[in-house]
């Protein structure tokens, strides 16, 4: 008889769905994952589901100061996002976010520390601008430049540049640290608060939160109506149409990857003139990394990543309120991070393909 | 483009709405977690009306920051005596861990605030400058700080230290790890030559120089043959270059490992191959039995009770304070007999005596050199405004005043008998 076995379902490729089925798919998906979270966290903890549910919700929103911190949490992390985008729409995975943006922050950091004193402050500012969006595009810009010239792996080459970019600063950190030995520079200029952002009235989120705004349009508009964003789609789309149409590749490989990391660097400087002022290692606390999923479930589109740099900060904040709230570990908010995103992303699946099963007898 | 603005909104409206039909179904949970709140104050105490607990207890709601959780045995030690302190005063405390030293760190103490804080404490060095802003900010909360040196000069009357003088404990564990040496040569594993101690500390500075140092000197008070090699992680918290430490000193042929840094990195090395230990923080006996000696550790209760204390009655907390061994703020854990030197017990308690009556000084000037030459004089960067000038000579009556003129250490010197192999 017929020796192999038919599989009990079979998987294959959909055709577009209309988008309220593809919405109602990654609503089912998150509503699923917090179910999936209350059953946990009652196995596990013993904690009420509901009461968890009302932690990650007062995380986010709980205060007028927790809200402001989201909105700025979310704009740092869309400002790294809007940054690899570009980059992403060409097919060329810029995974070197952090260290691009944290060499920003070292560059802007330097500025503060060795000018301080001998420019007046909007001279420092300046300084601090135009040399962090060179060091951010500098550091993307060399891997592009390898890409362009000797179709080197730019995956492999931006993320080894993160760990450069990352002993750098903890490098500089030794060299201006205070007090010595200690490993820390602190807040830099407290007194002086030289190279320090102006505040917009009360609210020293408010600067940074427009400036990405401003950026996330720009950056739309550039994407989806500038001859750039055209050439960046089609080279993505195919290089060697690119090439037959008169594209010049390693150009536009070069060009989308400065700009890329130019963002970037804008997302190290907001970070230590707007908000941090100070700078450390860890400044960037793995937005680059975390931009690559933000991109990525927005299908690369810059108004739907404000959405999806929500989804993920919201996560992030809830889990650390359950950790203070509960008594538990931050490990624990991170499961429920996990789970979500686990179900959010597995949704994409059940967009793309459909799982059918196997009538028996029909496959004769 | 319209379809897309259009889809966009349609998007946020639904998510408005999903997220306002969540709520709903929450809005029992915060009426439940409400009531407990109100009988925090109250320890334990079942659902009576509010005002019942709060008249035996002071009305006050204490935070504390961490800079990282349970794991890393420095934070343990802290998260243990906030615990202890607040059940004394009959406090819940709110528990903030893994709180990086950023501006993450004026994030959390400002939402301590918003929910109500008036006490708000920080554990770790680098956190300072952002906990000393959130106190420029509230200037009606008290923001505490551990191992910190700016409070004494910053002008910010509700910003403190604090720090223990733990030179003391590092010192009796120095002695309980010299009797060790003492009786590996006595059975002729090794030779006087060979009692070599190492050292994995965090950061090259006063902090750990001073505890290294208190430590050795404790060596060689009982152990004269005695040297020490130092290593550095640059970190407070990382288990494998910890470990890598302690076998970077293993192969340089130290026979004994004490350290300075916070998670059990080092430890459990040791245990690997047994190699006797002397640790921080806490007992690490449960998960090295056959190698740890005794830990000193500073017992943070005596000071949180105090400075909540001061905080609920409205009193000053001095603006730098410091703990001592006599006033149980330094502490010894239990000695594991099965690693330590017969006879450690009672050699501890007589160090102890002394150390306690001020007839023994820990870093009296005739038992150490700098380059074969004694210190009559030491300008130490007491007072901490940034410019690593030093102000303040600290050295009288033939011993260097550790944390007297300030809480915080700032014994720096690297002393004859101690070789970084780092440098």
Redesign the interface.
């Known amino acids: 008889m017929n020796k192999t076995r038919t599989p009990l379902f079979h998987v294959s490729k959909r055709g577009a769905l209309p988008?309220y089925r593809t919405?109602a798919i990654r609503?089912t998906a998150l509503l699923l994952a917090?179910v999936l979270c209350g059953i946990i966290t009652s196995i596990v903890t013993g904690q009420?589901p509901?009461?968890v549910?009302?932690a990650i919700?007062?995380g986010s929103f709980g205060?007028k100061?927790?809200i402001w911190?989201l909105l700025q949490n979310i704009s740092m992390l869309l400002c790294v996002s809007l940054a690899v985008t570009p980059a992403f729409r060409m097919r060329c995975w810029n995974l070197g976010g952090e260290g691009q943006a944290l060499i920003g922050a070292l560059t802007s950091a330097a500025c503060m520390i060795l000018l301080a004193g001998k420019l007046p402050n909007w001279a420092v500012i300046l300084c601090m601008i135009v040399s962090s969006l060179l060091a951010g595009a500098l550091w993307a810009g060399i891997p592009a430049f390898f890409k362009a010239r000797w179709n080197t792996n730019e995956t492999l080459f931006t993320l080894m540049m993160n760990y450069v970019a990352t002993q750098l600063v903890?490098y500089y950190c030794?060299v201006w640290e205070?007090?010595?030995?200690?490993?820390?520079i602190?807040?830099i200029n407290?007194n002086t608060q030289i190279g320090w952002f102006p505040q917009i009235g009360s609210q020293k989120y408010l600067l940074n939160i427009l400036i990405v705004a401003v950026v996330c349009v720009l950056m739309y508009v550039y994407l989806n109506y500038s001859k750039h964003g055209y050439e960046i789609a089609v080279v993505g789309e195919s290089e060697r149409t690119a090439r037959y149409v008169g594209i010049k590749v390693d150009r536009v490989i070069i060009r989308t990857m400065l700009l890329s990391g130019a963002v970037c660097g804008l997302a190290g400087l907001l970070l230590v003139g707007g908000?941090?002022?100070?700078l450390?290692p860890?400044?960037i606390?793995g937005r680059g990394f975390t931009a690559v999923m933000v991109s990525w479930l927005a299908k690369f589109n810059p108004?739907?990543m404000i959405?999806t740099s929500f989804l993920l900060v919201f996560l992030g904040r809830g889990a650390?309120e359950i950790?203070?709230?509960f008594?538990l570990?931050?490990?624990f908010g991170d499961i429920l991070t996990g789970v979500i995103l686990f179900c959010i992303i597995g949704s994409e699946f059940f967009i793309n393909y459909q799982i059918k099963l196997t009538r028996r007898g029909k496959e004769q | 483009m319209k379809k897309?603005i259009a889809?966009?909104l349609a998007?946020?409206m639904?998510?408005a709405l999903?997220a306002c039909g969540?709520?709903k179904?929450?809005t029992?949970?915060?009426a439940?977690?409400a009531a407990p709140q109100t009988e925090q104050a109250g320890a334990e105490a079942p659902a009576e009306p509010a005002a019942e607990p709060a008249a035996e207890a002071p009305a006050l709601k204490a935070g504390f920051i961490f800079l990282h959780?349970?794991n890393s045995t420095y934070d343990l030690n802290f998260i243990n005596a906030a615990k202890d302190a607040c059940a004394q005063l009959g406090i819940e405390p709110?528990?903030?861990?893994?709180i990086?030293?950023?501006?993450e760190c004026y994030?959390a103490a400002?939402?301590l605030v918003?929910?109500g804080c008036t006490f708000v404490f920080a554990d770790s060095?680098?956190h300072?400058?952002?906990l000393?802003?959130a106190a420029k900010e509230f200037p009606n909360v008290q923001f505490c700080h551990a191992t910190g040196?700016q409070a004494h000069t910053a002008g910010v009357p509700n910003y403190h230290n604090a720090f223990a003088s733990i030179y003391e404990g590092r010192f009796l564990g120095g002695v309980a790890a010299g009797l060790k040496l003492n009786q590996m040569i006595e059975e002729g594993k090794i030779t006087a030559e060979q009692a070599k101690v190492g050292y994995v500390g965090a950061?090259?500075?006063?902090e750990?120089?001073s505890g290294y140092t208190s430590f050795f000197l404790g060596v060689r008070y009982v152990c004269p043959s005695a040297t020490m090699e130092v290593t550095f992680t640059?970190?407070w918290y990382d288990p494998t270059l910890e470990k890598e430490g302690a076998i970077k000193l293993i192969n340089d042929g130290c026979v004994l490992i004490s350290e300075h840094a916070d998670s059990m990195g080092a430890p459990t090395e040791c245990e690997a191959n047994n190699i006797p230990f002397v640790f921080y923080n806490g007992s690490a006996a449960n998960d090295c039995p056959n190698t740890f000696i005794v830990a000193s550790r500073i017992d943070w209760t005596p000071y949180m009770v105090y400075a909540m204390t001061c905080t609920a009655e409205g009193k000053d907390i001095g603006a730098d304070w410091t703990g001592t061994i006599a006033t149980g703020s330094v502490k010894m854990t239990d000695i594991n007999e099965q690693a330590a030197a017969p006879g450690t017990a009672e050699k501890l308690a007589e160090v102890q005596e002394l150390l306690e009556s001020g007839k023994l000084q820990v870093f009296d000037t005739s038992t150490w050199t700098v380059n074969g030459e004694t210190k009559t004089e030491y300008m130490a960067?007491v007072d901490?405004m940034?410019d690593?000038q030093p102000d303040t000579n600290v050295i009288a009556d033939g011993y260097f005043h550790e944390s007297e003129f300030r809480s915080a250490p700032y014994f720096?010197i690297d002393i004859d008998g101690i070789i970084n192999i780092d440098a």
Do not use: M
């Not at chain 1, 205070?178 to 820390?184: E, I, N, R, V, Y």
């Not at chain 1, 908000?275 to 100070?278: A, G, I, L, R, V």
């Not at chain 2, 950061?203 to 006063?206: D, E, I, L, S, T």
């Open positions: 988008w919405w609503g917090l009420d509901l009461a549910y009302a919700w007062s205060t100061r927790k911190v903890a030794v205070s007090p010595k030995g200690s490993g820390q602190g807040i407290p908000t941090n002022h100070t450390t860890t400044i606390d108004i739907w959405l650390g950790a203070t709230k008594g570990n931050q490990s | 897309t889809l966009l998007v946020v639904c998510l999903a969540s709520q179904t929450e029992p949970a915060p439940e977690q959780d349970e709110i528990l903030k861990t893994g990086p030293e950023g501006q994030e400002a939402e918003d929910e060095f680098g300072e400058s952002f000393l802003q040196t950061f090259p500075y006063a750990v120089k640059n970190s960067d901490d940034g690593f720096d």
